[in-house]
């Protein structure tokens, strides 16, 4: 199996420009997660989506950032526009089963917005 | 405050040596994972032990679980230099209405050869 896959694994960019993060989940799971890392927050659950359903999008910052997950092996994290507080890496992560479930985690995606 | 928080926030140790990280909670859980992160990559998912379990083992592995104290520990026997990395505990809480997993801030272990 490849296991979680992100596109891009870094992504400079300017402020105010829209920012798209892309992953594919395992094959069979039915949970995906998005998070964002950095030093000063640590690990922060941003939305979960259930069977392609958003379940709990508590985490979301603010109305600039959106998901959508239009099929079970697709799902997008996008920032409009960007700032630079930003910055940090953005996890995607699937599950099978519920949220509370073994997770599995994507090599992550670097974000800087200069 | 978070779910679950490590102690040490970081430890050093040489190989060989033997390293024991805390895992503290606040509410009632259904099971307690750890994780483990190297630089630059995603998390791992290193072991998983239920609130009906005391001990459990995965080669160096050995996580206890004390919910009376509400708190866990990892122990990685022997350790080797590819050990080096930050672990985590994650523990389920009820929140927003579903059993949410909640990751703590992470204990960086350093292992010098």
């Known amino acids: 199996d490849a296991g979680v896959i992100q596109s891009p694994r870094h992504e400079v960019t300017e402020m105010g420009q829209e920012v798209t993060l892309r992953c594919k989940p395992i094959?069979?799971?039915?949970?995906l997660f998005w998070y964002r890392q950095t030093m000063m927050r640590g690990l922060e659950l941003l939305i979960y989506?259930?069977?392609?359903?958003?379940?709990?999008d508590s985490g979301m910052p603010e109305d600039r950032f959106s998901a959508k997950m239009p099929n079970a092996s697709f799902s997008t994290l996008k920032i409009q526009p960007s700032e630079p507080r930003d910055s940090a890496v953005y996890f995607c992560?699937?599950?099978?089963?519920?949220?509370?479930?073994?997770?599995?985690f994507g090599p992550g995606t670097r974000l800087t917005v200069t | 405050s978070q779910q679950g928080e490590e102690d040490p926030q970081a430890l050093s140790i040489q190989e060989g040596e033997n390293a024991t990280m805390n895992c503290s909670y606040k509410?009632?859980?259904?099971?307690l994972q750890w994780y483990r992160q190297n630089s630059g990559r995603g998390l791992v998912h290193l072991i998983l032990?239920?609130?009906?379990?005391r001990e459990k083992h995965s080669g160096r592995l050995r996580v206890t679980l004390d919910t009376s104290k509400k708190s866990s520990s990892l122990l990685i026997t022997a350790s080797r230099a590819a050990d080096t990395a930050s672990y985590f505990c994650?523990?389920?809480?009820?929140?927003?209405?579903?059993?949410?997993?909640?990751f703590g801030a992470g204990t960086r272990l350093a292992v010098h050869p």
């Open positions: 094959s069979g799971h039915n949970s």
């Open positions: 032990i239920r609130s009906n379990e």
């Open positions: 992560a699937s599950s099978l089963g519920q949220a509370a479930y073994e997770q599995y």
């Open positions: 994650a523990t389920d809480a009820i929140t927003g209405g579903y059993n949410k997993l909640i």
């Open positions: 989506f259930n069977n392609n359903v958003p379940i709990d």
């Open positions: 509410t009632s859980i259904n099971n």
